[in-house]
T-cell receptor, first 109, second 113 residues
C-alpha cells in the first residue's frame, strides 16, 4: 500500500539553526514526491518537487530510493519558515496525491 | 489572477440538512479534487474528476456526492451531514500531467450543529 510517514508532529528550532523535516514513503515503483506548505491563514501550496531538483526559499529535498525517504532540509531556518509542512506522494499512473500527516515547524527568534 | 476559489469560506448546517460546497477555477485545469481535512490530520481525498470522468475513493461515504457541470466548476454535496462531517473541505486542481502540482483553494470550513 502507498503510504507517507512524517514522524514528527512538531519541530521547534531557533532562527539560524538547521532544519530537517523527515518524510518516509512506501511505494514499490518510482513515485513522484512533493513537499507542500501551509503558512498561517494561507492556502496549501507547493514548496518543491523531487523531479525539479530545485531549491525553494533555501529548502532542498533529495529523494533517497534506498531509504525510501524525501527529507526536507534548510541550513539556516528563518522565522518566516514557520508553517505546516506536508510531504506527499503521487504514483505516476494516477492523478492522486497521498499526504503525510504533516509537521508543524516553529522557528523562534 | 488565475486561481481556485471556494465558496462559502464558512458554512454552518444542521444535522441531516443537505449542504453544497462550491469550487471554481480559472486555470482551465483538467483535474479537480475534493479533500476532507479534519483537525491535525492529513488532507484525505474524497474523489476527483479528470475532465468529466468521476473517480470515487473506495472509502468515501455514499453521503458525499460531487458534480462537475463544466470545466470551471465542481460541487461537493453532502446529503445528510453528520457531526463527524465537520471539517475543512479543500478543492484542488491540476493539469493532469506527470509531475505537475496541485493548486489548492482556501477551503470551506463546515460546521454541523
Amino acid at each position: 500500500a502507498q503510504r507517507v510517514t512524517q514522524p514528527e508532529k512538531l519541530l521547534s528550532v531557533f532562527k539560524g539553526a538547521p532544519v530537517e523535516l523527515k518524510c518516509n514513503y512506501s511505494y514499490s515503483g518510482s513515485p513522484e514526491l512533493f513537499w507542500y506548505v501551509q503558512y498561517s491563514r494561507q492556502r496549501l501550496q507547493l514548496l518543491l518537487r523531487h523531479i525539479s531538483r530545485e531549491s525553494i526559499k533555501g529548502f532542498t529535498a533529495d529523494l533517497n530510493k534506498g531509504e525510501t525517504s524525501f527529507h526536507l532540509k534548510k541550513p539556516f531556518a528563518q522565522e518566516e519558515d514557520s508553517a505546516m509542512y506536508y510531504c506527499a506522494l503521487k504514483a505516476p499512473e494516477t492523478d492522486k496525491l497521498i499526504f503525510g500527516t504533516g509537521t508543524r515547524l516553529q522557528v523562534f527568534p | 489572477d488565475a486561481m481556485v476559489i471556494q465558496n462559502p469560506r464558512y458554512q454552518v448546517t444542521q444535522f441531516g440538512k443537505p449542504v453544497t460546497l462550491s469550487c471554481s477555477q480559472t486555470l482551465n485545469h483538467n483535474v479537480m479534487y475534493w479533500y476532507q481535512q479534519k483537525s491535525s490530520q492529513a488532507p484525505k481525498l474524497l474523489f476527483h474528476y479528470y475532465d468529466k470522468d468521476f473517480n470515487n475513493e473506495a472509502d468515501t461515504p455514499d453521503n458525499f456526492q460531487s458534480r462537475r457541470p463544466n470545466t470551471s466548476f465542481c460541487f461537493l454535496d453532502i446529503r445528510s451531514p453528520g457531526l463527524g462531517d465537520a471539517a475543512m473541505y479543500l478543492c484542488a486542481t491540476a493539469k493532469g500531467l506527470a509531475g505537475d502540482q496541485q493548486f489548492f483553494g482556501p477551503g470551506t470550513r463546515l460546521t454541523v450543529l
